[in-house]
């Protein structure tokens, strides 16, 4: 008796989107069942190693496709690992990703032209059948095992598991194929697939470098007396190959295989390692980023194989961290076939490969800085806040690291360090930079009025990640990092400081009585240097945590005890002047005033008013005074 069950609500959602969206590239599916199909054999493989009960059904690897034109179905069938009943209701029923909500919304908001990429990039493989199909059976036979299980939908929000037909481990996926009503040139029409020349196409195109023989029949149709079985992809390993030989629309094929991605990588990197640690390196620079790039299951990492053999997919343990948008193919010749990851981590080898690896990528990227300005800007504007996290995590290549960086600076330019330096005016020994939370805050910030009258450049660094890496870095080659908030700050030397009257702001005494009035909001009020227009400015004790810092901890539910702020006033600055005047006469109300000046100050950095409609009665109520 079949048993129905539901999607999970998930999994129900992709699944509606899979059916109702129209597609730039609906052959996808075709891929992804393949590449489904590849993965199970794989599995079984690696799986074989540990399990010799299991060795018996790990040989000859093989994917077949056949159309039935009778029937209307595509039917995709492996030997691989297959599913057994909890697996298929878990596996086909669920979707277990982190960031499905997001893709959920990024699907449901993206053009029809977009919808493909998207689905490559998060890979919701197996639904994507419902792209071509209005059912889609699965019957298969976990191995080790001697039941078949089927599982059967039309994606209309519920699957049916019954009593399978498979007589041997692996999965046979059924499609029975649409019949294409959307038959207009705005919407695009689906392709006929149940032609033979249509599916050999599609697998040539995207499937060609999978490692098991693919072979295509239809039902039905006679072969010619000397036709052979052959597959219908070459299973060339690319890398193998003399690099000569391959045009760049193969390289390009081969990392739209691997990647999951739709469009052109941006840089490929080819590298082959002799002497005592041998390796082949195939490596692509997507030209976008990844969905899942901030995920912590995100498909990072490379494909490890050791010699010529498949061992596994997104293999963290050669790739750091800060450099998981790098795609791609690492073949090993030293490596034991039974290596997994948990040895990998400790394996010399692996380091090894590790660290050239990490070489080859930052001398690619140091020359496209060089010699290609445009694309590296492209690269930075892509790629950029993942790679400055290795400035924190890789000491071994910090300044390198550094110097690749591309910033924002003061004077409305993009800059590296090392123009930076190259352009200090005589007497500066530092580098000084602002962080926050937007670029636009940064600019307009009166922290950098004092420099952009000595024409020192500051650094201007808005990404969450900016923070962080320069607390730790501190210097570059012999130049100090320094904030242009910092409490203490003197101006670079060599430059005359302008005398700032402060006598008649002295005599009133204004500055003791904003702090009274303030009490525990803040620590200190002092006489500015820095300011030259702004009335008020808040600055940053020496260990003190930023406001952007602040709010990144607590977005990510971390206590952060609250600070007292130290402000600063401009003694030059008509307002204050005014308030001094006022700071005499009597009646004075220095509570109001000095709040006035406070979120000012909040304003100014780009922060919230603690209480906005408290702040707007306060400055209406000064206005009418
Ligand atoms: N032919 C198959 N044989 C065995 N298991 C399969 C097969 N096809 C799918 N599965 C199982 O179903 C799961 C879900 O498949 P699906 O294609 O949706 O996602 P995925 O393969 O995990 O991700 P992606 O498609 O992005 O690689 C797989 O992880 C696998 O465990």
Not at 128 to 155: C, L, P, Q
Not at 335 to 346: H, I, K
Not at 544 to 567: A, T, Y
Request: hydrophobic share 35%.
């Amino acid at each position: 008796m079949a048993e129905k069950r539901e999607f999970q609500s998930e999994a129900k959602q992709v699944l509606e989107l899979m059916i109702n969206s129209v597609y730039s590239n609906p052959d996808i599916f075709v891929r992804e069942l393949i590449s489904n199909a590849s993965d199970a054999i794989d599995k079984l493989r690696i799986e074989s190693l540990s399990k010799p009960e299991l060795a018996g059904y790990a040989k000859n690897g093989r994917i077949d496709v056949t159309i039935d034109k009778e029937s209307g179905t595509l039917t995709f069938s492996d030997n691989g690992i297959g599913m057994n009943k909890e697996e298929l209701v878990s596996f086909l029923g669920t979707i277990a990703k982190s960031g499905t909500n997001e893709f959920i919304r990024a699907m449901q908001e993206a053009k029809s032209g977009s919808a493909g990429n998207l689905i490559g990039q998060f890979g919701v493989g197996f639904y994507s059948a419902f792209i071509a199909a209005d059912n889609v059976t699965v019957d298969t036979m976990k191995a080790g095992e001697d039941k078949a299980w089927k599982w059967e939908s039309t994606g209309d929000g519920t699957f049916t598991i019954d009593d399978g037909s498979r007589a041997s481990n692996g999965s046979t996926i059924t499609l029975h194929i649409k019949k294409d009503e959307k038959k207009d040139e705005e919407e695009g029409e689906l392709k006929d697939y149940l032609s033979e020349w249509t599916i050999r196409g599609i697998i040539r195109e995207y499937s060609d470098f999978v490692s098991y023989p693919i072979y295509l029949t239809e039902k039905g149709r006679e072969k010619k007396e000397d036709e052979k079985e052959e597959p219908v992809n070459s299973m060339k390993a690319l890398w193998t190959r003399p690099q000569k030989d391959i045009k760049d629309e193969e390289f390009n094929e081969f990392y739209r295989h691997i990647s999951h991605d739709w469009e052109d990588p941006m840089e490929r990197i080819y590298y082959r390692a002799e002497g005592t640690c041998e390796f082949t390196a195939l490596l692509f620079i997507p030209s976008r980023q990844p969905m899942d790039l901030f995920y912590q299951d995100g498909r990072h990492g490379v494909q490890l194989y050791i010699r010529r053999v498949f061992i596994m997919n997104d293999c963290k343990e050669l790739i750091p961290q800060y450099l998981r948008f790098v795609k791609g193919v690492v073949d090993s010749e030293d490596l034991s076939l039974n290596v997994s990851r948990e040895m990998l981590q400790q394996d010399r080898m692996a380091s090894q490969i590790k660290s050239s690896l990490v070489r080859k990528i930052l001398d690619t990227l140091a020359k496209m800085k060089k010699e290609k300005g445009e694309e590296f800007a492209k690269f930075w504007q892509t790629f950029g806040i993942v790679l400055k996290e290795g400035i924190i995590s890789d000491l071994r290549h910090r300044d390198e690291l550094i110097k690749l960086c591309v910033f924002e600076s003061s004077e409305g330019k993009k800059t590296s360090v090392e123009d930076y330096i190259v352009n200090m005016p005589a007497g500066q020994d530092k580098i000084y930079y602002l962080t926050g939370s937007s670029l636009k805050n940064l600019q307009n910030s009166p922290k950098l009025e004092a420099f952009k009258k000595k024409g020192v450049n500051v650094l201007l660094l808005s990404d969450p990640v900016d923070e962080i890496w320069v607390n730790h870095a501190r210097k570059y080659d012999k130049y100090d990092f320094v904030s242009a908030a910092a409490e203490n700050l003197s101006l670079p030397e060599g430059e005359k400081k302008e005398e700032k009257n402060n006598v008649e702001i002295e005599k009133s005494g204004l500055v003791k009585k904003i702090k009274d009035a303030l009490g525990a909001l803040v620590e200190d009020v002092k006489i500015s240097d820095r300011l030259v227009d702004s009335p008020v400015c808040f600055v940053q004790k020496g260990e003190e945590i930023s406001p952007q810092m602040r709010n990144f901890f607590k977005s990510m539910g971390q206590e952060v005890p609250e600070e007292k702020r130290v402000m600063e006033i401009n003694a030059d600055n008509a307002l204050i002047k005014k308030i001094a005047l006022e700071s005499e006469k009597e009646g004075f109300d220095a509570v109001d005033w000095s709040n006035l000046l406070y979120g000012l100050a909040s304003i100014a950095d780009g922060e919230p008013v603690a209480d906005g409609k408290k702040f707007t009665a306060l400055v209406g109520k000064l206005l009418e005074r």
